[in-house]
């Protein structure tokens, strides 16, 4: 009755305006009357939906809370369709975009990347993009996540997640009521400050040979070993925009290092080989047997699924100031896109407080929105950790390193001989180990400066050696 009833007041306006203008037609021009009526407007035709792919990575509850996002966009959207391409890790959506098995118009992209991204034409800038959709992403987001993201003075793709490196902790392993009743080193309970001397407290009070638990793991690598460099004030490169060479040899980072591996050395505290063969690190925490670990916010929504598991978070230990490092992912727009337009909307809506909440509450991102990050879609006070604003937190205190795209080579290079640090038994010789890494990683962050050098050498050495004149001295 009520369509009945639109039809009906339709017609009636339809007919008075066209009274309406009959009569003015008739004043004007007696003549006129005769014309014809114009007709109706053309009916433009429907136009077909765009069609898009958002590619993303994560476990399968990570990327069912994107699904569920684009399944509201799909539906809301009258200008594009969009799917979903997901893979397991970042390692494997770089490896697909390498091999040019995957070119989605909007993906997630980790920092360590964006070098790749640029220069094989994967990236093209976003700022003015959002500016042209009025989207003040100053406002909303730390200065270090959008210059993490940025090059040439422009933004290439738009921050969405920020996860510091922290210590998870087994709270009935290292209990901190416990401990502060008997007077050892422990962080007040609403402290944003966990000093080294704490740590290593917490490391021999967890290790506890009766239960046959150990105090803590901290991956023997250049990322596990980075929070205790800097913190002591150190460096890992040579050069903040451009390196050459790490610069684990330095003497801070050199002392830095000593503090640190006075430590993570001592087997009785740490995870043995014999161990790490049986199970990872992970497994270990998970089965109440390990004090400590490091890790990212990830890890929040497998810990909780552990039955019987309290645990909690602390800030990467403090040495001399506080420093961490942490998974910066981005959002980025393919310029192969077949509509830099829909594409653009689409990462727009991605970063928009509703979507991003809505994903937060999944357990796994920290989101760079800082407007979500402090609101209880993240903390979720409910739920553990308790002190999840240590995530928030720690964030002013990560480490940026330099823009390259050589972390994987450089990494499979030099983490063995840095675990060695850690591993190796007998007195460790620092000095001549970090020269000879920081040396090594030159093959991948300096290759033609060192083959200079060698080059250079050799020519050094065969000027100094008696030249071969073809002659033997003899008597007579």
Known sequence: MESKRRHARRGVATVV????????????????????????DPVTAPQAKVELTLGVWGKKEEVAGYQKVVEDYNEASTTSTVTIESWPDRDALDDALRAGEASPDVYLASRRDLTFLREEGFAMPVDELLDERSVEFGDGYSRDALEAFSADTRLQCMPFGVSPMV???????????????????VPSPDSNRFTFDEFRAAAEFATKPRKRSKGVYIEPSLRGLAPFIYSGGGEIFDDADMPSSLALSSDESREALERTLELLRRPNLTLSEEQLDKATPLEWFERGRLGMIAGYRDLVPELRDVEGLEFDVLPMPTLDSAATIGDLTGLCLNPATESVTESADLLVHMISDEVVSELTRTGYLVPANQQVALTEDFTQPALQPDRADLFT??????????????????QSLVDGPIAELVTAPGVLDLETATAEIDQLSREVLDPEGLQQELEELQESEDAESPEDSGETDGEG
């Open 393 to 410: 937190y720690s964030v002013r205190s990560m480490r940026v390193p330099p823009l390259l795209d050589t972390w994987t080579p450089l």
């Open 167 to 185: 210590i998870y902790r087994n709270t009935d392993l290292v209990d901190l009521e416990r401990m502060s009743e008997l007077e050892l080193d």
């Open 17 to 40: 305006a066209l009274l309406g203008l009959g009569l003015v037609a008739t004043a004007c021009d007696s003549d006129a009357g005769n014309e014809p009526l114009p007709g109706p």
